[in-house]
């Protein structure tokens, strides 16, 4: 459901800067709107019922004892309702980095509960591991994804597409 929500506001914030001294096209700003709107709390809800299922132990860390992980926890419900309340209202520019603060929080707490949840077995942070992610494979897929942008807006612009 990601990609219907950056969807979303990409079409938003674009047909918002179309319109800037002119008529934006509010019917394309309002499906933009719908899509992030309506596909957040799709993509949310696996997350909940799976925080809500652990085991209890696991959920009184996050729920009552450790601060860091509440405040996770209460800051992701927070831009959750921030972001449906920014996308039923179609401000765009008010919602702008809220989805992306809300993704990275919810990244964020992916990795907390993963590592809370392991902890009785294993610590992932005390061992000595190589990572696996190196920067090369990632500058290369960076600009590889901006040049496909890149060249697919320039074929739509000579098609007469946008």
């Known amino acids: 459901m990601r990609p219907w929500q950056v969807g979303g506001l990409f079409i938003a914030i674009v047909q918002t800067l179309k319109g800037k001294g002119k008529e934006a096209d509010a019917g394309a700003i309002a499906l933009g709107m719908k899509y992030l709107t309506f596909a957040h709390p ?31 926890f209460l800051l992701s419900l927070l831009l959750i309702i921030q972001t449906l309340y920014f996308g039923l209202k179609k401000a765009v520019w008010a919602l702008g980095p809220v989805p992306c603060w809300c993704w990275s929080a919810a990244i964020s707490m992916r990795d ?5 949840y392991l902890n009785p077995f294993f610590r992932i942070r005390s061992g000595k591991h190589r990572p696996v992610f190196r920067f090369p494979l990632f500058a290369f897929s960076l600009f590889v994804s901006a040049g496909l942008i890149w060249y697919v807006t320039e074929l739509a612009h000579e098609h007469g597409q946008t």
Do not use: K, Y
């Open 42 to 72: 799709a993509s949310d809800s696996p997350g909940f019922w799976f925080q809500m299922r652990l085991p209890r132990d696991i959920m009184h860390l996050f729920l009552e004892a450790v601060c860091t992980l509440f405040l996770n």
């Open 112 to 116: 907390m509960v993963t590592l809370t």
